[in-house]
T-cell receptor, first 114, second 112 residues
Framework: GAVVSQHPSWVICKSGTSVKIECRSL??????MFWYRQFPKQSLMLMAT?????????EQGVEKDKFLINHASLTLSTLTVTSAHPEDSSFYIC??????????FGPGTRLTVL | GQQVMQIPQYQHVQEGEDFTTYCNSS?????IQWYKQRPGGHPVFLIQ?????EVKKQKRLTFQFGEAKKNSSLHITATQTTDVGTYFC????????????FGTGTRLQVTL
C-alpha cells in the first residue's frame, strides 16, 4: 500500500510556457501532500505543503504565483510551474504522509526548460 | 532555522566493506527517519526511530538514535552493490508533525 504516482515523469518545454505536474495517492486518501524540488546531487528542498480543500502553505523564498498548487481532492494535488524559465529546470517530487509521519514519495518529474 | 547535516557527503567503498553515515540536527527531534534514493529514483522510506538511544536493525543495516535525540547514524555491514544510492536522514519541523527537514545526504558508491 501507500503508492504515490506522478505524471509526467519527464517534460521538456520552451521558456515562457506553463507546465502542470500531477501527484496522485493511488491506494489511500491524503489530506496533506508535499512538493519538493531537488537539484543534481543535492538534498530535497521543501517547496510547499498542499492541503486538501484549502490554500497551500509555501516555504520561504518560494513564489506562490509562480508555483501554483491545487489540492482539489483527497487523492490529487497538482503543481503548475507558470512561465517557466531555464532556472526552473529541476527534479520535482511530491509526497504524502500517513499517520506514522513517514512520507511516501512519487517517482518524480524531471523538468527541463529550454 | 532547523538544519540537518550529514557526513560524509560521499563515500566510495569496495563490496564487503562497512559503511556509516552520521546525521546531526541543530535542534532536538521528536523522531528521525531514514530514506534511500537510488540514482535516478525517488526517496524510499527505510525506518523511523522515536526513542532516545533507540537501535533498530534491518538485515545488514543498523540505525541508531542518539541519547539527546539530536543525532543519528546508519551503519551498513558488508556492503553490496545494491546498497548504492544516497541516504538521507530527515526530522520533523519543530512544532509540525508532518513536515520534514531532510539532511544533506550521503552518497554511497560500491564497487566490486
Amino acid at each position: 500500500g501507500a503508492v504515490v504516482s506522478q505524471h509526467p515523469s519527464w517534460v521538456i518545454c520552451k521558456s515562457g510556457t506553463s507546465v502542470k505536474i500531477e501527484c496522485r495517492s493511488l491506494d489511500f486518501q491524503a489530506t496533506t501532500m508535499f512538493w519538493y524540488r531537488q537539484f543534481p546531487k543535492q538534498s530535497l528542498m521543501l517547496m510547499a505543503t498542499s492541503n486538501e480543500g484549502s490554500k497551500a502553505t509555501y516555504e520561504q523564498g518560494v513564489e506562490k504565483d509562480k508555483f501554483l498548487i491545487n489540492h482539489a481532492s483527497l487523492t490529487l494535488s497538482t503543481l503548475t510551474v507558470t512561465s517557466a524559465h531555464p532556472e526552473d529546470s529541476s527534479f520535482y517530487i511530491c509526497s504524502a504522509s500517513l499517520a506514522r509521519n513517514e512520507q511516501f514519495f512519487g517517482p518524480g518529474t524531471r523538468l527541463t526548460v529550454l | 532555522g532547523q538544519q540537518v547535516m550529514q557526513i560524509p557527503q560521499y563515500q566510495h567503498v569496495q563490496e564487503g566493506e562497512d559503511f556509516t553515515t552520521y546525521c546531526n540536527s541543530s535542534t532536538t527531534l521528536s523522531n528521525i527517519q531514514w530514506y534511500k534514493q537510488r540514482p535516478g529514483g525517488h526517496p524510499v522510506f527505510l525506518i523511523q526511530l522515536v526513542k532516545s538511544g533507540e537501535v533498530k536493525k534491518q538485515k545488514r543495516l543498523t540505525f541508531q538514535f542518539g541519547e539527546a535525540k539530536k543525532n543519528s547514524s546508519l551503519h551498513i555491514t558488508a556492503t553490496q552493490t545494491t546498497d548504492v544510492g544516497t541516504y538521507f536522514c530527515a526530522g520533523p519541523w519543530s512544532g509540525t508533525a508532518s513536515k520534514l527537514t531532510f539532511g544533506t545526504g550521503t552518497r554511497l558508491q560500491v564497487t566490486l
